[in-house]
């Protein structure tokens, strides 16, 4: 029997895998969870990994692990599968990294450009030991590099996308598994010139981590990607814009350091840094020569100046108002907020106080209104799906919405829920790494075919009256009968403060729920939170959107406190919408639950000055 998907995240401390002893989940993903555990008073990271749902990949990464013996790269200490009756699980037993990743390190920690060059150098001797193994990680990324608290070592993890020489072939896509942001230009560029070919298939090599890792290198020196642009934008920026020097963007960066990030981020292999062996070889030699002006933290600290007096708050106004700047990272002042940004925990607190109270009985005239009311949606709804649906039967797709016009680009096929063999990587990296790379899925894309009119008569009614007899009859889903949600209006100065950031009302812009690849999720009426996907003009990449979920025949969503990485916050208004630009987002099949749905992860928000 198959283990249910939830299952990976159900063992509670004292639970006994192989001889280990389970103490806590240390993350989770699709398709496997990674736990802390024990055996003999030693610490473990135990991956645990869906056996009907991964396939070779286990066996895959096991052998790669197996083939490399290095400090800088996470090691293994045994595989097997689980229960052993009747295994379901492949179970990956490694090295536990106690520390942080390294993006969680560099906005904590603020590092020097020698603790960064220190770091990336860990990085590059772990690619060189690969790569020397014919071992490709296929997913450098700040996610998959864990740096130990104890001594400041980086290792690299997670090689569950990995591949090396002579492996047998898994991946059916045209690019193999990878993280967008991460890609290399002759990556995009294989695509857009194969992307209608038949079995065309990028083989990448030693030169894709490598630029990978200048990509990481950049973020480190300058806390903001190479190629700041949206998603949907992403491979035209990363094939022919040139990014700026980091020592351009942060003065702080030595000339020298900037120069090694631009040569892992040449346009082409051939004139790109030629080896890992050979980044080492450059990083050693600028920190043996590194001066006082290495030791500098690259970004500003957080301090008296990030805060007003108001609450020890850091003023929207202020923050509006000021000029682009180096970022700041490093600990934060404690300092209290005050209520008014409490925002998403008091709605939390409100919404659960209302779900206690008990609701007043309705009076006889109401309760006929809300029957009028029933039946009328009933009918709308019933005559929508009878204008919808084709006469003739025909199998239905995984997504039931088109893609938006101009949204054909690989940056958002990358983002996409793949059908494929290889549907989504099991990279499920020690301790707390989750699986965030998206293989590339062709898709055959055509223009939707306008419905034709109905028939006047009664094969035109027909669908519409059985609905609404079946709903009558309380034979509908809930979430069919619910009405959506009623009118209100945005919080006080949301739509001011959205338009001094740039986003006028009616503009729009990628989101996703706080997964960690896109996928299917089930989600419920309450509080909610979406990340913001790229910089929407001045609203930075990664900020965080809070607010409410309401499950109707769609699922809507009003957000309205905003909170960047960095903890400044401002309110918005912001609807949601699927990536088709339709209110609310399509409910998946699997969920007709009145209270609950199954929605894909990924959306838009709109800027709205009242909530319709």
């Given at each position: 029997?198959r283990?249910?998907?939830?299952?990976?995240?159900?063992?509670?401390?004292?639970?006994?895998?192989?001889?280990?002893?389970?103490?806590?989940?240390?993350?989770?993903?699709?398709?496997?969870?990674?736990?802390?555990?024990?055996?003999?008073?030693?610490?473990?990271?135990?991956?645990?990994?869906?056996?009907?749902?991964?396939?070779?990949?286990?066996?895959?990464?096991?052998?790669?692990?197996?083939?490399?013996?290095?400090?800088?790269?996470?090691?293994?200490?045994?595989?097997?599968?689980?229960?052993?009756?009747?295994?379901?699980?492949?179970?990956?037993?490694?090295?536990?990294?106690?520390?942080?990743?390294?993006?969680?390190?560099?906005?904590?920690?603020?590092?020097?450009?020698?603790?960064?060059?220190?770091?990336?150098?860990?990085?590059?001797?772990?690619?060189?030991?690969?790569?020397?193994?014919?071992?490709?990680?296929?997913?450098?990324?700040?996610?998959?590099?864990?740096?130990?608290?104890?001594?400041?070592?980086?290792?690299?993890?997670?090689?569950?996308?990995?591949?090396?020489?002579?492996?047998?072939g898994?991946?059916?896509?045209?690019?193999p598994?990878?993280?967008?942001?991460?890609?290399?230009?002759?990556?995009?560029?294989?695509?857009?010139?194969?992307?209608?070919?038949?079995?065309?298939?990028?083989?990448?090599?030693?030169?894709?981590?490598?630029?990978?890792?200048?990509?990481?290198?950049?973020?480190?020196?300058?806390?903001?990607?190479?190629?700041?642009?949206d998603?949907?934008?992403?491979?035209?920026?990363?094939?022919?814009?040139?990014?700026?020097?980091?020592?351009?963007v942060?003065?702080?960066?030595?000339v020298?350091?900037?120069?090694?990030?631009?040569?892992l981020?040449?346009?082409?292999?051939?004139?790109?840094?030629?080896?890992?062996g050979?980044?080492?070889?450059?990083?050693?030699?600028l920190?043996?020569?590194?001066?006082?002006?290495?030791?500098?933290?690259?970004?500003?600290?957080?301090?008296?100046?990030?805060?007003?007096?108001?609450?020890?708050?850091?003023?929207?106004?202020?923050?509006?108002?000021?000029?682009?700047?180096?970022?700041?990272?490093?600990?934060?002042?404690?300092?209290?907020?005050?209520?008014?940004?409490e925002?998403?925990?008091?709605?939390?607190?409100?919404?659960?106080?209302?779900?206690?109270?008990?609701?007043?009985?309705?009076?006889?005239?109401?309760?006929?209104?809300?029957?009028?009311?029933?039946?009328?949606?009933?009918?709308?709804?019933?005559?929508?799906?009878?204008?919808?649906?084709?006469r003739?039967?025909?199998?239905?797709?995984?997504?039931?919405?088109?893609?938006?016009?101009?949204?054909s680009?690989q940056?958002?096929?990358?983002?996409?829920?793949?059908?494929?063999a290889?549907?989504?990587?099991?990279?499920?990296?020690?301790?707390?790494?989750?699986?965030?790379?998206?293989?590339?899925?062709?898709?055959?894309?055509?223009?939707?075919?306008?419905?034709?009119?109905?028939?006047?008569?009664?094969?035109?009614?027909?669908?519409?009256?059985?609905?609404?007899?079946?709903?009558?009859?309380?034979?509908?889903?809930?979430?069919?009968?619910?009405?959506?949600?009623?009118p209100?209006?945005?919080?006080?100065?949301?739509?001011?403060?959205?338009?001094?950031?740039?986003?006028?009302?009616?503009?729009?812009?990628?989101?996703?729920f706080?997964?960690?690849?896109p996928?299917?999720i089930?989600v419920?009426?309450?509080p909610?939170?979406?990340?913001?996907?790229?910089?929407?003009?001045?609203?930075?990449?990664?900020?965080?959107?809070?607010?409410?979920?309401?499950?109707?025949d769609?699922?809507?969503?009003?957000?309205?406190?905003?909170?960047?990485?960095?903890?400044?916050?401002?309110?918005?208004?912001?609807?949601?919408?699927?990536?088709?630009?339709?209110?609310?987002?399509?409910?998946?099949?699997?969920?007709?639950?009145?209270a609950?749905?199954?929605?894909?992860?990924?959306?838009?928000?709109?800027?709205?000055?009242?909530?319709?």
């Amino acid at each position: 029997m198959r283990v249910r998907e939830p299952a990976l995240a159900e063992l509670s401390p004292g639970a006994q895998v192989m001889g280990y002893t389970v103490e806590r989940r240390l993350g989770s993903g699709g398709f496997g969870a990674v736990y802390l555990a024990r055996c003999e008073g030693r610490a473990y990271a135990l991956k645990l990994l869906d056996l009907a749902r991964v396939g070779g990949r286990v066996e895959r990464e096991v052998s790669i692990l197996l083939k490399l013996d290095h400090p800088n790269v996470v090691g293994i200490h045994g595989f097997g599968v689980w229960p052993v009756a009747s295994p379901t699980l492949g179970v990956i037993v490694m090295e536990y990294v106690e520390g942080r990743q390294l993006d969680v390190w560099a906005s904590e920690e603020n590092p020097s450009a020698r603790q960064v060059a220190r770091v990336v150098l860990d990085v590059a001797r772990a690619l060189e030991a690969s790569h020397e193994a014919g071992v490709l990680h296929r997913d450098v990324k700040e996610l998959n590099v864990m740096v130990r608290a104890s001594d400041g070592v980086a290792k690299l993890v997670d090689f569950g996308v990995g591949d090396y020489a002579g492996a047998p072939g898994i991946t059916v896509d045209i690019l193999p598994p990878g993280t967008p942001e991460y890609r290399s230009p002759e990556a995009w560029s294989f695509f857009r010139r194969n992307a209608r070919v038949p079995r065309a298939f990028f083989t990448p090599g030693a030169s894709d981590d490598l630029w990978a890792l200048g990509v990481v290198l950049y973020r480190l020196l300058t806390a903001r990607p190479p190629f700041p642009t949206d998603h949907f934008m992403l491979a035209d920026a990363v094939i022919a814009n040139e990014a700026l020097p980091p020592c351009q963007v942060n003065d702080r960066v030595p000339v020298a350091l900037s120069e090694v990030c631009m040569a892992l981020l040449a346009k082409t292999p051939a004139s790109r840094t030629p080896s890992a062996g050979a980044l080492r070889v450059a990083l050693e030699a600028l920190l043996q020569g590194a001066d006082a002006a290495w030791d500098v933290p690259l970004c500003d600290a957080y301090g008296e100046d990030t805060a007003t007096t108001e609450g020890g708050m850091d003023s929207h106004e202020q923050w509006l108002n000021e000029p682009l700047r180096r970022p700041r990272r490093g600990k934060r002042p404690k300092r209290e907020l005050p209520p008014l940004w409490e925002g998403p925990a008091l709605l939390m607190e409100a919404e659960a106080a209302a779900a206690r109270t008990p609701r007043p009985v309705r009076s006889s005239r109401g309760w006929r209104m809300g029957a009028m009311a029933l039946l009328v949606g009933c009918v709308s709804a019933g005559l929508v799906w009878g204008w919808r649906t084709p006469r003739v039967a025909v199998p239905a797709p995984t997504r039931q919405e088109v893609a938006r016009p101009g949204s054909s680009s690989q940056a958002v096929r990358a983002a996409a829920l793949p059908s494929g063999a290889e549907s989504t990587p099991a990279a499920v990296a020690a301790p707390a790494m989750l699986p965030e790379a998206t293989p590339v899925k062709m898709e055959k894309t055509e223009s939707p075919t306008p419905p034709k009119p109905a028939r006047k008569g009664a094969g035109a009614m027909r669908r519409p009256i059985v609905a609404a007899a079946a709903c009558m009859g309380l034979a509908c889903p809930g979430a069919q009968v619910r009405p959506p949600p009623p009118p209100e209006p945005c919080p006080e100065r949301a739509v001011e403060v959205m338009e001094r950031l740039g986003v006028k009302v009616g503009d729009h812009w990628g989101v996703t729920f706080l997964v960690d690849h896109p996928q299917v999720i089930k989600v419920t009426d309450g509080p909610a939170e979406l990340r913001l996907l790229a910089d929407w003009n001045r609203m930075p990449d990664g900020t965080l959107f809070s607010g409410r979920l309401i499950v109707s025949d769609r699922v809507y969503g009003r957000f309205t406190h905003a909170r960047t990485r960095d903890g400044k916050r401002f309110p918005v208004c912001l609807e949601l919408e699927s990536e088709s630009l339709v209110k609310g987002l399509a409910r998946e099949p699997g969920d007709d639950s009145p209270a609950s749905a199954r929605v894909f992860t990924t959306g838009d928000v709109r800027a709205v000055d009242a909530f319709d």
